[in-house]
């Protein structure tokens, strides 16, 4: 019996981590600065299933890519 409570808890816990995750995204528009100064574009999403002590947890995060912008001083 008192296995089958953990086993239940754990399962809840690994559901309700997930839906805390998967509440943001990480989208910030189509871009954001970097801390070099520079911008990173929003390509796309990806999803990750990362190990927790509850379970497998999928992650869904915002992939983008640093935008070198060249500046010219005449």
């Given at each position: 019996?008192?296995?089958?409570?953990?086993?239940?808890?754990?399962?809840?816990g690994?559901?309700?981590?997930?839906?805390?995750?998967?509440?943001?995204a990480?989208?910030?528009?189509?871009?954001?600065?970097?801390?070099?100064?520079?911008?990173?574009?929003?390509?796309?999403?990806?999803?990750?299933?990362?190990?927790?002590?509850?379970?497998?947890?999928?992650?869904?995060?915002?992939?983008?890519?640093?935008?070198?912008?060249?500046?010219?001083?005449?």
């Open positions: 019996m008192e296995l089958a409570i953990r086993t239940a808890m754990t399962r809840l690994g559901s309700l981590l997930q839906q805390l995750l998967a509440a943001d990480g989208h910030r528009g189509p871009r954001i600065a970097c801390g070099a100064g520079h911008h990173a574009e929003f390509v796309s999403y990806r999803t990750r299933t990362i190990e927790t002590v509850l379970g497998p947890v999928a992650v869904r995060a915002a992939k983008r890519r640093s935008v070198w912008v060249s500046v010219s001083i005449a």
